[in-house]
């Protein structure tokens, strides 16, 4: 059912759909109140309930999260949704908040945005997994498929199914490098090359918000400025021990060129990093309330005047999951939760992520410290986005038109194309792949329901002709419960884990698929397994499609895989590609071998055991297609 917009009474300027952006913009900040103002300059998290009602104060498992008092109390009108939902329970949702913000003073309508939500990881911090939505691998898959087409595709029906619940901000892309391997974002970049991730950037933006920001668009909030990447020792800083970012290969510049690119490319808003630089002529301050680098590097140097909204959680203490985690004010933590929203301000950012206090701020303009005209200079942008996106006059959307525009057919097959398109073959050995016939399987990580469409399945891989073991890339368990949800630290599997693993590969000719999300450390697996794939996101039936050669894998390495921890741990976080003999090349894939006549390596003859030697061999094909 359509849901009319309520018509408010008044005929204010600012109402008028006729008048110019510019006026309505002005109109508006001159009726609003200090404390009106004030909520206007926050982003914080929101949940819903599954059926798409609201979440109010003492609701349980809430979050102590209340609807009401944030709308009509606090004057709050940017939310972040959380959880994955049923997409006509969100548009249902959304007009409530809608009808909920059209019941206030002014009738200032409400701005929704998500983290990423279009692919397989669920990171309450950072992403969710698609639900509903359509399918796509990971960013880092996008980019290994070096395709600009799909990622304007992906972007565009990012688009297009956002749009269709309500949602007007997409916190993301995100185009950090990955030059540090064990880094725990690395999933959601583009990899380890500037200019590639400079040329899929252009392309995103232009995906998400069309030729320039408009009533169809969805609002790109690119991050983490200025790169997120050179972390050290690959920790994140969402947390204390992850706080500092370095320069020791001097490539600090090279981390701004997407940044540059998406810019140049129309991007309306900017999300600075948490990091706190290190040893550089940056003040070391968190980068979302550090003056050199958003005032001085953003603002003035780049010449960017979008929208600058810090990370989450910059000001206040929060609790996550039950634990109490510090304000993210790195190298200013002993500052008082007022000073950090005036250093925020003053570093020329408009809006504090994750945050709910705008009582900081009537605070500050009571006592002197901020200028309210310093409240509508960051108004002047927040607002003048709302009016450009239509929201003022047309806020509602349509929850039957949402159940049937999200997941739609050709959305979620252009997402299984690019799943199995995105797959990297790493090695190959004796073409084993693509498999023919129907041989007898043993298979783990994987749906045996899927698995035994291809084949005959068995419990043992004694009695196999063939293996396919799907592995996630290694990491050490955090130590806090959100903690465990960013993947760090080692990237070489343990001992008893790995033995278990070679085992297996020593019984059958195995097939394994590695999920890489970081760089993972795999050279007794690459030299033993009969094939290596990398997947950055794919359903078993997109590897199993690719296994017996019903789809072709174009996938080419993101950023390279080192061959030891000692190579990671001597290389330097700010250079992409830097480890020593890599067991692969950034760009390292190889095309399924085929000959005429010979589809596939039939199943069910012996193996020839000289798997090492066809891993190099392979190694040396990809060089000689490199150098072509």
Same mark, same amino acid.
């Given at each position: 059912? =359509?849901?009319?917009? /309520?018509?408010?009474?008044?005929?204010?300027?600012?109402? !008028?759909?006729?008048?110019?952006?510019?006026?309505?913009?002005?109109?508006?900040? #001159?009726?609003?109140?200090?404390?009106?103002?004030?909520?206007?300059?926050?982003?914080?998290?929101?949940?819903? /309930?599954?059926?798409?009602?609201?979440?109010? =104060?003492?609701?349980?498992?809430?979050?102590?999260?209340? @609807?009401?008092?944030?709308?009509?109390?606090?004057?709050?009108?940017?939310? !972040? *949704?959380?959880?994955?939902h049923e997409p006509a329970a969100m548009a249902r949702w959304q007009n409530t908040l809608q009808e909920m913000a059209a019941d206030t003073r002014l009738?200032?309508?409400?701005?929704?945005?998500?983290? $990423?939500?279009?692919?397989?990881?669920? !990171?309450?911090?950072?992403?969710?997994?698609?639900?509903?939505? #359509?399918?796509?691998?990971?960013?880092?898959?996008?980019?290994a498929l070096r395709d600009p087409k799909v990622v304007h595709q992906f972007a565009d029906t990012v688009r297009r199914e956002y749009l269709a619940v309500g949602i007007r901000v997409a916190l993301h892309p995100q185009i950090d490098l990955a030059t540090e391997p064990r880094w725990s974002r690395q999933s959601g970049t583009f990899g380890s090359d500037a200019a590639l991730t400079s040329q899929l950037v252009r392309v995103y933006v232009h995906g998400l918000q069309g030729d320039r920001l408009g009533r169809h668009s969805v609002s790109a909030m690119v991050k983490h400025f200025p790169g997120g990447g050179p972390q050290r020792d690959g920790e994140d800083p969402h947390f204390p021990h992850g706080k500092e970012q370095i320069y020791p290969g001097g490539m600090r510049d090279l981390h701004l060129e997407p940044f540059k690119a998406a810019i140049a490319a129309g991007c309306a808003q900017m999300m600075p990093s948490y990091g706190q630089p290190v040893g550089t002529d940056w003040e070391e301050a968190g980068f979302g309330l550090n003056r050199d680098v958003i005032q001085g590097v953003?603002?003035?140097?780049?010449?960017?005047?979008?929208?600058?909204? @810090?990370?989450?959680?910059?000001?206040?203490?929060?609790?996550?999951?039950?634990?109490?985690?510090?304000?993210?004010?790195?190298?200013?933590?002993?500052? $008082?939760?007022?000073?950090?929203?005036?250093?925020?301000?003053?570093?020329?950012?408009?809006?504090?992520?994750?945050?709910a206090c705008p009582e900081l701020i009537l605070e500050l303009v009571q006592s002197g410290r901020v200028p309210e005209y310093r409240l509508d200079a960051s108004l002047r942008r927040v607002l003048r986005? /709302?009016?450009?996106?239509?929201?003022?006059?047309?806020?509602?959307?349509?929850?039957?038109?949402?159940?049937? @525009?999200?997941?739609?057919?050709?959305?979620?097959?252009?997402?299984?194309?690019?799943?199995r398109r995105s797959l990297t073959l790493l090695t190959n050995g004796r073409e084993i792949l693509p498999v023919t016939g129907e041989p007898v399987l043993y298979v783990e990580n994987m749906e045996k329901g899927t698995a035994g469409?291809? +084949?005959?399945?068995?419990?043992?891989?004694t009695e196999a002709d063939l293996a396919i073991l799907r592995l996630r890339t290694p990491y050490e368990p955090g130590a806090s419960k959100f903690e465990s949800f960013f993947h760090? +630290?080692?990237?070489?599997?343990?001992?008893?884990?790995? =033995?278990?693993?070679?085992?297996?590969?020593?019984?059958?000719?195995?097939?394994?698929?590695?999920?890489?999300?970081?760089?993972?450390?795999?050279?007794?697996?690459?030299?033993?397994?009969?094939? *290596?794939?990398?997947?950055?996101?794919? #359903?078993?039936?997109?590897?199993?499609?690719?296994?017996?050669?019903?789809? =072709?894998?174009? +996938?080419?390495?993101?950023f390279e895989l080192p061959r030891s921890m000692k190579a990671v741990e001597a290389s330097k976080p700010d250079v992409p590609d830097d480890t020593v003999n890599p067991l692969f090349p950034c760009g390292a894939g190889l095309p399924v071998r085929t000959t005429p006549g010979r589809p596939g390596r039939p199943l069910g003859t012996p193996m020839d055991a000289a798997v090492g030697d066809d891993a190099a061999a392979d190694a040396r094909a990809y060089l000689r297609i490199q150098q072509a």
């Amino acid at each position: 059912m =359509k849901h009319a917009p /309520k018509v408010r009474s008044e005929g204010h300027p600012y109402q !008028n759909p006729e008048l110019p952006v510019e006026q309505r913009v002005e109109d508006l900040i #001159s009726r609003m109140t200090c404390a009106e103002k004030a909520g206007q300059l926050f982003h914080t998290m929101l949940a819903m /309930k599954p059926d798409g009602s609201t979440v109010e =104060k003492g609701d349980q498992g809430a979050m102590e999260m209340d @609807t009401t008092y944030l709308l009509q109390g606090q004057y709050m009108t940017h939310f !972040n *949704l959380l959880g994955t939902h049923e997409p006509a329970a969100m548009a249902r949702w959304q007009n409530t908040l809608q009808e909920m913000a059209a019941d206030t003073r002014l009738g200032i309508p409400v701005t929704l945005s998500t983290d $990423p939500r279009h692919a397989f990881t669920d !990171n309450v911090g950072a992403s969710f997994n698609a639900g509903a939505f #359509s399918a796509w691998p990971e960013p880092l898959g996008l980019a290994a498929l070096r395709d600009p087409k799909v990622v304007h595709q992906f972007a565009d029906t990012v688009r297009r199914e956002y749009l269709a619940v309500g949602i007007r901000v997409a916190l993301h892309p995100q185009i950090d490098l990955a030059t540090e391997p064990r880094w725990s974002r690395q999933s959601g970049t583009f990899g380890s090359d500037a200019a590639l991730t400079s040329q899929l950037v252009r392309v995103y933006v232009h995906g998400l918000q069309g030729d320039r920001l408009g009533r169809h668009s969805v609002s790109a909030m690119v991050k983490h400025f200025p790169g997120g990447g050179p972390q050290r020792d690959g920790e994140d800083p969402h947390f204390p021990h992850g706080k500092e970012q370095i320069y020791p290969g001097g490539m600090r510049d090279l981390h701004l060129e997407p940044f540059k690119a998406a810019i140049a490319a129309g991007c309306a808003q900017m999300m600075p990093s948490y990091g706190q630089p290190v040893g550089t002529d940056w003040e070391e301050a968190g980068f979302g309330l550090n003056r050199d680098v958003i005032q001085g590097v953003l603002r003035d140097r780049l010449g960017f005047d979008g929208i600058v909204c @810090t990370d989450w959680g910059l000001i206040t203490d929060q609790k996550v999951f039950g634990e109490t985690h510090p304000a993210r004010a790195w190298g200013l933590e002993t500052l $008082p939760a007022v000073d950090k929203a005036a250093r925020v301000l003053d570093a020329g950012c408009d809006q504090f992520g994750g945050e709910a206090c705008p009582e900081l701020i009537l605070e500050l303009v009571q006592s002197g410290r901020v200028p309210e005209y310093r409240l509508d200079a960051s108004l002047r942008r927040v607002l003048r986005e /709302k009016f450009v996106l239509g929201l003022f006059d047309a806020p509602y959307v349509d929850a039957d038109q949402a159940a049937e @525009t999200v997941g739609r057919a050709d959305f979620t097959a252009a997402g299984a194309r690019a799943q199995r398109r995105s797959l990297t073959l790493l090695t190959n050995g004796r073409e084993i792949l693509p498999v023919t016939g129907e041989p007898v399987l043993y298979v783990e990580n994987m749906e045996k329901g899927t698995a035994g469409e291809y +084949g005959r399945l068995v419990e043992e891989p004694t009695e196999a002709d063939l293996a396919i073991l799907r592995l996630r890339t290694p990491y050490e368990p955090g130590a806090s419960k959100f903690e465990s949800f960013f993947h760090s +630290g080692r990237l070489d599997f343990p001992e008893e884990q790995l =033995k278990r693993i070679l085992d297996l590969l020593d019984t059958v000719p195995t097939i394994v698929c590695v999920n890489l999300e970081r760089a993972a450390v795999l050279p007794e697996i690459a030299e033993r397994a009969a094939a *290596l794939v990398a997947d950055y996101g794919a #359903s078993d039936a997109a590897l199993l499609d690719v296994v017996f050669g019903r789809a =072709k894998p174009e +996938g080419r390495l993101p950023f390279e895989l080192p061959r030891s921890m000692k190579a990671v741990e001597a290389s330097k976080p700010d250079v992409p590609d830097d480890t020593v003999n890599p067991l692969f090349p950034c760009g390292a894939g190889l095309p399924v071998r085929t000959t005429p006549g010979r589809p596939g390596r039939p199943l069910g003859t012996p193996m020839d055991a000289a798997v090492g030697d066809d891993a190099a061999a392979d190694a040396r094909a990809y060089l000689r297609i490199q150098q072509a």
